[in-house]
């Protein structure tokens, strides 16, 4: 029997005033691209930004994926989510849950819900791979770290840093081959 | 753009000494089967009992099935789960999430966790479907309606019933016309 | 040390065109005040009918009412909640939630979100008492009834029955008691 | 009719080999008395460290305290506790729950359960007062902040800090008067 692997990606949304710079579309891109082609299933928050052009990638790869939304419309979801989660549990709440059932996290660029979601992550000791260079949060959250790779002096789970997309899916794989 | 569609079937799980009866089997089954062949998605608490016999019948017609399971671990699910969603948030929680997401619900048979997402359904006005001669609930429920068709005197949704898993399709189909 | 108890009780909301009925009000102001005679705190979904004329008699007799609030906002609290927890969950998590974290239920009257809690309560297992001859399901839920006194062939927990607020309160008592 | 503030207190739980220092159990304790002065209610997580010593607090200034606990068991709650929520929702959504039904936040000391929290309360522009000089997050996380105020550069809502507990409630009555 296949074993099912579901990988959540987090990274920024985006406003209109706000678009994703060009680099971090072509970055979460990626990502869903390669996530999808291990296959592996992708999970989001199933909104826009970082979570829509992951999800493209993944879509143009042959994948599936998972949206988490916060409300209960499915107009919420971008046009590359196969499996719209309406939850109606708002932003917060959806994304402690798009957390919990996932095997393994991506961070790629991130604002405060992508902190949220990493602290979250780091809480219930999933494996979770930092984009390196992705800007905003990926680049400065490790200056809060305890010895340069735990968000507490609890150590729950080492935080991991790739340097492209290929570098973070090689080493999500053997993450996950040892659990 | 395919317009996306999530059925939740709702009906008992099983107990060491309580097996499912053949026929509940082969009815959850076959509206399984026929969920898939619509192109809908199939939705449900992704364990045993109908549960596992619908997602069964949506696999072999060539669908995709979502478990929204209690628990946080995926062994919880049954084997013919493609998405399984692990939630931690325990039975009840878990179940009013399922139907929260789902646009419309078909129930077989059923003991008192499917009389409460049945309740919640009709809390959340969704197109639901008993059907009729599948035992338990399914056939005891409405001697407490309303009208015969409604769970209160609020009249959120009618609720309607079929014969046949074929006539709980069909009259599913004409719902979500409309909406 | 005092022993927290928590009774949560379960009824009808009101509309503009259904507003509760006298007895109804006397019925549920009463629960409200025994219950804090007890010593024990009044649990409710925190608006308005049953609840508020519960939250009402318990602060008359000098208790502590908490209000488990489906949005974000304290404006949906009657003005007899102390403790506002706005969940944010929306109406049928916010039930489940006032349902779990309370150590027994009393039901008064009753339509379809009450019936959802009564089959909440039942699947945690707690003690519940409903309190005959305040219509609707109250009086109505007993015809599906499993052996006249449970939701299912399971038998979770004997569901109780009290011809008076008094004898709820001393059933719950003797319930309580045992734990 | 009076106006119902609620304060969630937030910062790090014990272990048995991370036991809270002396200083963080007097600062937590007289935050948690403050707040019961004002006449404000005292919301935490309700387990040790942190959260104990701000119940303590509160409970000899004559204030009540709630504990939104993760569990469904009240035995995990502090002694101090007055309305243990016993939500079963798991560490991460329960805090997310607690965070959602405050009025505003105050954060002391803290490891990666608080980090979530602050991320939290931030998301949903909540009133925010960080006491300074109380170690671990509390006073390394600014180093992330953008324009030293803000968790990201959505400006969600300034961060305040303070030197002392009554400077926080200080800080906390005028941001609470405005709304």
Redesign the interface.
């Known amino acids: ?1 296949k074993r ?1 692997i ?1 990988i959540g990606v987090i990274g920024q949304s985006e ?1 209109p005033w ?1 678009p994703l710079p060009q680099y971090l579309k072509d970055l979460s891109y990626r990502i869903g691209y390669l996530i999808a082609k291990e296959g592996w ?1 992708l999970f989001s928050g199933g909104r826009d930004g970082v979570m829509e052009f992951a999800s493209k990638g993944a879509k143009e790869a042959g994948g ?1 994926t ?1 949206g988490i939304l916060p409300s ?1 419309t ?1 107009k919420e979801a971008n ?1 590359y989510i ?12 959806r994304s ?2 798009m ?3 996932v095997d393994a996290i991506i961070m790629i660029g991130g ?3 992508t ?2 979601e990493l ?2 992550a ?3 000791s999933k494996p979770i791979v930092i984009l390196r260079g992705s800007g ?2 990926a680049d ?2 490790q ?2 770290f305890y010895e340069g790779k735990y ?4 150590r ?1 789970v080492e935080i991991l840093f790739a340097d492209s997309p290929e570098e973070a899916i090689s080493i999500l794989r053997s993450a996950l081959e040892v659990r």
Chains 1, 2, 3, 4 share one sequence.
């Open positions: 029997m099912i579901r406003r706000e299933l599936i998972v209960l499915i046009q196969d499996i719209p989660i309406t939850t109606g549990l708002g932003m917060g709440m402690e849950l957390v919990q059932t604002k405060n819900g902190l949220k602290s979250s780091y809480m219930n905003e949060l400065s959250v200056s809060i968000l507490d002096s609890r729950n």
